[in-house]
């Protein structure tokens, strides 16, 4: 099992690299006792940047992440069991502050139409998100828009920890997040809390401070099937 650096709380979202050992080598791929990069799941794309050892670099092309195997694709394959990662922070903290935004939009449209976010796709420079029931109007998106930049210009701090299912169902009480998309047997869950406003399971990349997204601009909506609706934002 490789030791997910960025897990624990908010600010282990911010290391950018680290010191590891491969523990194991494929034809394309190495695993590493510990990383910091992000293996795309939940909407969120994978994390690149680079290993380095001592004599070579390899690129790290994508990272997957299969029944707790963390894979680092990378070119070529390093020679040495002890390694430097090295994220592309520029990419990574784009997909950060994605993420968070969509939480708090998803958040925005459940407090005002009470429709649950049934798939979303975080990208660094535009992201989508579908929710369900609902059919928005035009001027819904104003609506959106404005309630979501207000509650951003609060400054919420964004916490990470683990808490018991249980604890977190009585927590969040009726929320828009679908708990049964978690399977049963999952126990112990990873919380991304923005202050009082939002909480939700996710095992994603944030950043710490509402502060850090500047604003969110919704650049339209699309009807995605019967009462679907898939809302593209950007942040400015
Ligand atoms: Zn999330």
Redesign the pocket.
């Known amino acids: 099992m490789t030791e997910i650096l960025y897990m624990k709380d908010a600010e282990s979202n911010y290391i950018k690299e680290f010191d590891a050992k491969v523990v194991k080598r494929g034809e394309d791929y190495v695993v590493l006792d510990k990383t910091a990069f992000y293996a795309e799941a ?1 909407g969120q794309p994978t994390d690149k940047g680079v290993l380095g050892w001592e004599g070579g670099e390899s690129s790290v092309r994508k990272v997957k992440k299969d029944k707790g195997t963390v894979r680092h694709f990378v070119d070529p394959v390093p020679e040495a069991d002890d390694v430097h990662g090295e994220l592309d922070w520029e990419r990574r903290y784009a997909l950060m502050r994605m ?1 968070t935004a ?2 708090v939009v998803s958040g925005v449209v459940y407090d005002l139409f009470e429709a649950r976010t049934v798939g979303n796709q975080i990208h660094g420079n535009r992201s989508r998100i579908d929710f369900h029931p609902v059919s928005f109007e035009e001027n819904d998106l104003k609506v959106i828009e404005e309630t979501c930049n207000n509650v951003i210009s609060k400054d919420i701090p964004v916490s990470i920890y683990e808490e018991d299912r249980d604890v977190l169902e009585e927590k969040m009480g009726k929320q828009r997040y679908i708990m049964d998309l978690i399977p049963k047997s999952i126990r112990r869950l990873r919380v ?1 809390q923005i202050g009082d406003f939002d909480i ?1 399971p ?1 095992g ?1 990349t944030h950043v710490r401070n509402t502060s850090e997204l500047g604003k969110v601009h919704v650049l339209g909506r699309r009807s995605k099937g019967a009462d679907r609706e898939r809302l593209t934002y950007e942040l400015v």
């Open positions: 939940g993420h969509q939480h991304i939700c996710c994603g």
